[in-house]
Structure formats: structure tokens, C-alpha cells
């Protein structure tokens, strides 16, 4: 009523008619609109999830290849992830359910494939029933609680047995782990193209992922952030770190008076993790390290200075701050030659580890 005497208000100010729908809606019957509601919630879990298995798939390869790179930032790693019903709330606890048959147990999200778990044969949708003779916890927080049994049983380096149920039976499985770097790479579900590490951990964006058109892409930057992490630059970097927000400020300002509005992306990703405002040396580090991660873990460099080429061009937020400086042509020279060198030691069969300050032959 309200918004019809509005509606007549306005339109003799406006000497305009009021707009009201002309046609007949289909009557939407509420019981199918919530299954359609179901669908749509399960379908978004299954969304993330193909991202979440693409991005692990890779990150295995490289946290597992590049571990003598990563000096004592090391720890076992067995590539799997854990979840339950319990992560989850109302409708969406209903959608894993029905999708993905979660209980309150501990059950496996994702095995990498060619990880060791995935060669000894554990699965996707097993329910953890022990490990070595422990039994898990049900409800909120068991995943995590798993996972830190698991990383302190793995320590050892000796196999760690597993008791697994995969429908109505029970199976053992032996698992050694390997040895990787010690910094987890998550997904943020947000929609934006971004990536970012903290010196704990990487985390790829959703709609990062999104953008990513090859398997190389995305190592590119998971090693991209993890040469962040590997070289510490987030510890350099703290003493910074309440200076970063205020240039991300000034980054936004900047832009917006340049015609383009980030929408205080740079602010939020300066501020955010405190140190993200890496300096353009550290920018330049983490290319040239990252490069090395990517081909320890077998992966073509080469195409890797189109890629920055074209996050540039889109003004991708977050990557680097660099992105968003006038020095893009430099990054993708030194990109190109970082390329060569690689390259070269690749065809003379030479050890892939980046030449460091003081070393002989670096160039
Ligand atoms: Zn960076």
C-alpha cells in the first residue's frame, strides 16, 4: 500500500505512469522451488569442488617437487583433505548430504591424484574409521583434529595404516608419506581474481581459477606464491605492514582518478594479511623463484610471461602490486630471461635451483 501511494506520488511529480507487470506469472509451487533451491546449493558445492580437485592436482606437484627447495619448511604430506557435514549450516548441511552422503564422521574430500595416498589406493568419500589404532572424533572440528593426528603420526616417515569404510566395508591401507612444502594451498570460494600467501599458507581465489585456461597457469601462480612464502618475504616484510594499507589506499585513489575503479580492491588486498604490498623486489623474486618451482614439478615455463602479460592487461587485482605499476614491460623481460636460463639447465641436465647472490654463474 505504502509503495502504491508512493508510486502515485511520484508519478504526478513526474507527470510519468506507474510501470506494474502486464502478464500472468506461472504460480511457483514453494515444495518444487525448494527442491530447485536444493539443486542449486548442491550444484555449487560440486562447482567448488571440481575447482578445489583442479588446483590440489597441481599444488601437490608442486609443494611435493619443490620441497628441496623450501630448506626446513618441510613436513610429511599425505595430499588428501578431510571434511564433514559439520562445516556446513542448515540448507547447506543438507546439500552435502544429499550430494556427497556426509555424516558427522570424518570422511576424505579429495585424494591429488598421483599423490602417494591416491597410489596406495585411498579415495574420495572413504570414512576415516582410524589411523595406527586412533579413531577420530565425530561432529565440528574432527576434520581438523584429524589432520593434526595425521601430520604428528607422519612425522615418523614410516607408513601410517589406515582404517577406512568405503560403503558397508571396511579396508586397510598402508600410506607413506613424502616429504613437501609445509604451506598449505586453499580455495577461496570469492569470486575474484586474486591469490595471495602469508607466509603459513597460499590461497587461490575461485574466480582466479576461473580465469586459469591450462594446468600450467596455475602452477605458475601457486609457485609464484609459494617463493613468496619459501623466501620469506611476508617476515621481511612486517615491519611494513602498517604502511601497506594505507598505499593500497592510495593505489585505489589513484586509479579512480585515472578513470578505473577498483572498488577498493588494492585497499582490502594491502591491508588484508597485513604484508601483501610486497615491494617490487620481492615481486621480482617470487617470478624468478616460482619459475623454478613450476619446472621442478615438470612443468613448461615457457608460455609464463604471456600470462603476466595477461593479468596485466585485465588489471587483475591482488598477484602482485606490481601489476599495477608502469614496470610490467621489465617484469616480462626478466620473466623472459629467467625462461632461458631455466631452460638451458633443463637441456644440460643441470640441477634447477635458482642462482642466489654470491653463488658462481649467476647472472
Ligand atoms: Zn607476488
Redesign the pocket.
Known sequence: MKLKSQCILLSILMLSGCATPQSRAPVVNSANAQIEAQKQREMVIEDYMTSYKKLQVVASKVVVSGAKLCGDKVSPYFGISTWNQDAFQKEWKTAVQSKYGLTESVHIANVASGSVSDKAGLKEGDVIVSIDGWTPSIGKDAPGKFDEKLAQIGKYGTPVEFIIRRGAVEKKIAVTPTQACDFKVELSPADEKNAH?DGKKIVIYKGMMDFFKTDEETALVVS??LA?NSMKHIDAQKKNALLSGFFGLLVDVAAAAGGVNTGGDFTRMAADAGARA?SVE??QE?DYVGLYFMANAGYRIDDAPYFWRRMATINAQG??MKSSHPTSPDRFVALESAVQEINQKIANHQPLKPEMKGSSGAK
Open positions: 600467501a609464484h606464491e613468496h610486497y620481492f615481486e617470487a598477484i602482485s
